[in-house]
């Protein structure tokens, strides 16, 4: 370890140490002696103060840390960026930490940040710096699928490597490096760096007020008593159907269970325990989808409730969006509007419906059943992961810098993020506060949903639109493909960089 807390260590052992020889029963009793330390120098139990992380170096010189990051005209804005650097502090409690990290980083350690925004999704911008060996940047963030792809093309050192960074450290997700160590060589991750990863999950909003209407049962009360089931999600998506406006079918005007956008049935399998792929602790891709008798049960129930008629609406559905820019945002507005009792879209959408009339709360999605020991949350495929950039010869100096900037993003980005944006400000309840706090923990990063291998993802999801369950046979044909796809594609990720070394 190169970054430590020492002093607080030292002051922990020296507190035990009277502690210790006072438990030895082969040690006799000293009486107090008027006037002895004993007497005018009592014990003082204060606890030592956390000096917090410690790096080897004291002074970087005014060395600026050069981060490229997605800007906020990319996409919406739902992938930039936008919590490394700030150029002045601000009444927003997100921002005004953002500008607190930087100030941190200057007055602790005396370095910078430098940050520069990525023309589009930012590819270009690092690919031409290492075709080029442009050493211009530290640190790089590229929307997942095109940080898998870099990697895979060498453009990214394995971080492992670096000899200042501790992967092992709570700052870095441990989530993200189970799932994105392929080969054992961690590319590119998440961490307290930014907040994206957690702002970038699944999970489910739902109507409260509607709930209550409808007397149905709390979920809150679900989860607690481990009872968050998908047959308990599904009875509540039937009950609460309403044709509101009489004319004899359920369209959009009418109130329904259930709002789902892309990948609905993929995120909601993996959050029944199913997995496309897992990697090992070796760094091995294992191929896992409908490999166990429950799977295809899971499948077939999952997609029934998505087919079911006046159950569920999908954002395919919307043709007139009418001001909104985005299908998406039309239907987070259905929701905020009081139409749907639950809608599964990412963490960050809080904000399009954080001024809806109706109470709203915050869930995770829910277990396949009481048996099954945790829940799962996948992140999505566009969600910035950041990687250092192969055009680095020594990575020394950059591995304190980028623990430091995420043992400080822990420290204060993700307090304002977690508490103030969305559990203070946002959610309205303290039981969504108790929900975000296993959705967050509980993260997966299935490499097979940005490969997408023999188009995986969208053998469900095609026959669901259709109005289909689907079957285990396309999956089984494309299942023998896969098998050849994932080895070729692990052999890639050995060999990443042998070239450069044998030449």
Not at 199 to 206: A, E, I, K, P, S
Request: charged share 25%; glycine share 6%; with cysteine.
């Amino acid at each position: 370890m190169t970054a430590k807390r020492i002093l607080a260590g030292l002051l922990v052992l020296l507190m035990l140490v009277p502690v210790f020889c006072a438990c030895n029963p082969d040690m006799p009793d000293t009486p107090d002696v008027p006037g002895s330390d004993s007497d005018t120098n009592p014990e003082d139990t204060t606890p030592p103060e956390d000096k917090g992380l410690v790096l080897d170096v004291t002074d970087f010189d005014g060395t600026a840390l050069r981060i490229y990051g997605l800007s906020k005209d990319y996409a919406y804005g739902y992938y930039a960026t936008d919590d490394i650097w700030i150029e002045a502090d601000s009444s927003d409690p997100m921002e005004s930490a953002v500008y607190k990290r930087v100030q941190d980083c200057i007055n602790k350690y005396n370095f910078n940040i430098q940050y520069t925004e990525t023309s589009g999704n930012g590819v270009n911008d690092l690919s031409g710096l290492v075709a080029g060996g442009l050493d211009e940047a530290d640190f790089f963030f590229l929307n997942w699928r095109f940080a898998y792809a870099a990697s895979k093309a060498g453009q990214f050192l394995d971080m492992r490597e670096c000899p200042t960074i501790d992967l092992n450290n709570e700052w870095w997700d441990q989530n993200a490096i189970r799932d994105l160590a392929i080969a054992n060589r961690v590319f590119y991750t998440a961490g307290d760096i930014i907040s994206r990863d957690d702002q970038n999950t699944r999970m489910l909003f739902f109507n409260k007020t509607l709930a209550e209407n409808k007397h149905l049962a709390s979920p809150y009360e679900m989860v607690r008593n481990n009872e968050w089931t998908f047959d308990n999600f599904a009875q509540m998506c039937r009950d609460v159907k309403d044709d509101v406006d009489g004319n004899g079918a359920l369209d959009e005007d009418d109130i329904i269970g259930f709002f789902w956008e892309e990948y609905l049935f993929n995120y909601l399998m993996v959050a029944a325990g199913e997995r496309y792929c897992t990697v090992s602790p070796q760094g091995e891709i294992t191929y896992t989808w409908l490999q166990n008798s429950e799977a295809a049960t899971k499948m077939e129930t999952i997609a029934g409730l998505m087919v079911e008629p006046g159950i569920t609406f999908s954002v395919h559905d919307y043709t007139d969006i009418g001001a909104y820019s985005n299908k998406y945002a039309y239907g987070r507005g259905k929701f905020s509007a009081g139409k749907h009792l639950f809608t599964l879209t990412a963490a960050d959408a809080v904000s399009e419906v954080a001024d809806m009339e109706d109470d709203f709360g915050m869930l995770p999605l829910p277990k396949w059943s009481s048996d099954q020991t945790t829940y799962y949350h996948t992140v999505d495929i566009e969600t910035p992961l950041g990687g250092i950039p192969n055009t680095k010869v020594d990575t020394t100096m950059i591995g304190y810098m980028l623990e430091y900037l995420s043992y400080e993003g822990r420290e204060t980005i993700r307090p304002a993020f977690y508490d103030q944006m969305l559990k203070r400000r946002y959610a309205q309840d303290s039981d969504s506060q108790d929900m975000l706090d296993i959705i967050f923990s509980t993260k997966t990063f299935d490499v097979a949903f940005v490969c997408n291998w023999s188009g995986l993802l969208n053998i469900a999801d095609n026959s669901i639109r259709s109005g289909k369950i689907p079957s285990a046979t396309p999956f089984t044909r494309a299942g023998r493909v896969v098998l050849g796809q994932i080895e070729d594609e692990y052999n890639n990720f050995l060999n990443v960089g042998l070239e450069e070394v044998t030449e």
